[in-house]
């Protein structure tokens, strides 16, 4: 109950696609769900997050779908570039009062082609 | 970048020896927590730190242990070191529930 489930786990797309990565949980608890991008060899830097009465947030080309009764939600962006080839992490939490730790899905790997 | 450091960036040691790793949180956030990151895998959660007590573990046996200190920074101190240990380790500084990540410190224990 305290895993949340990433897919797919890579992902290829064309220059100025719109690669979108899903992510699924079943603790209702979780009230805090940031994403994560991570190049190689480096730490993981935080992208864009959500709170679950929000169906949608959007940051420059980063946006965040959110469906709370199904428990799922999903990163979409938006005319991808070369630059944005690196591994994303979805993450949920608990509310700030528990330990705070942060559950991590597994990763996608994206790759946008020139 | 973040505001967060962490040392050394890579470190070998070999099965048995014990290491601390380092790290200094972003200004004004008093919570450190650090995470294990193996090779191709999610970070997992291993404690956090909060105004110098430990406030929440996952599941990592005890030799895994911590501290903060007054001015926020921290160490993670691994004992009786063992392959499996072999991973990225990230710490990440907050002050509410967004957590900033340092670099990492690459571990390879041989």
């Known amino acids: 109950q305290q895993q949340v489930k990433q897919s797919p786990q890579s992902l290829i797309v064309q220059k100025g696609g719109i690669p979108i990565i899903n992510c699924a949980y079943e603790?209702?608890?979780?009230?805090?769900f940031p994403w994560y991008q991570q190049f190689p060899g480096k730490g993981p830097a935080l992208l864009i997050a959500i709170r679950p009465d929000v169906s949608e947030k959007k940051e420059g080309r980063f946006t965040i779908s959110f469906n709370k009764s199904a428990k799922q939600f999903s990163l979409h962006i938006m005319d991808s570039q070369p630059g944005d080839s690196a591994t994303y992490f979805c993450a949920a939490t608990l509310p700030s009062s528990n330990t705070g730790k942060l559950i991590f899905g597994q990763g996608t790997t994206l790759q946008v082609k020139p | 970048e973040t505001g967060v450091t962490q040392s050394p960036t890579h470190l070998i040691k070999t099965r048995g020896q014990q290491v601390t790793l380092r790290c200094s949180s972003q200004?004004?956030?008093?919570?450190v927590s650090w995470y294990q990151q193996a090779l191709g895998q999610g970070p997992q959660f291993i404690f956090q730190?909060?105004?110098?007590?430990?406030?929440g573990r996952g599941n990592f046996p005890p030799r895994f242990s911590g501290l903060q200190f007054p001015n926020y920074s921290s160490e993670l101190n691994v004992n009786a070191l063992e392959l499996d240990d072999s991973a990225l380790y990230l710490c990440?500084?907050?002050?509410?529930?967004?957590?900033?990540f340092g670099p990492g410190t690459r571990l390879l224990v041989l």
């Open positions: 990440a500084s907050s002050r509410l529930e967004t957590q900033y």
């Open positions: 603790n209702t608890a979780f009230d805090y």
């Open positions: 200004s004004g956030h008093n919570t």
């Open positions: 730190y909060y105004r110098e007590e430990e406030n």
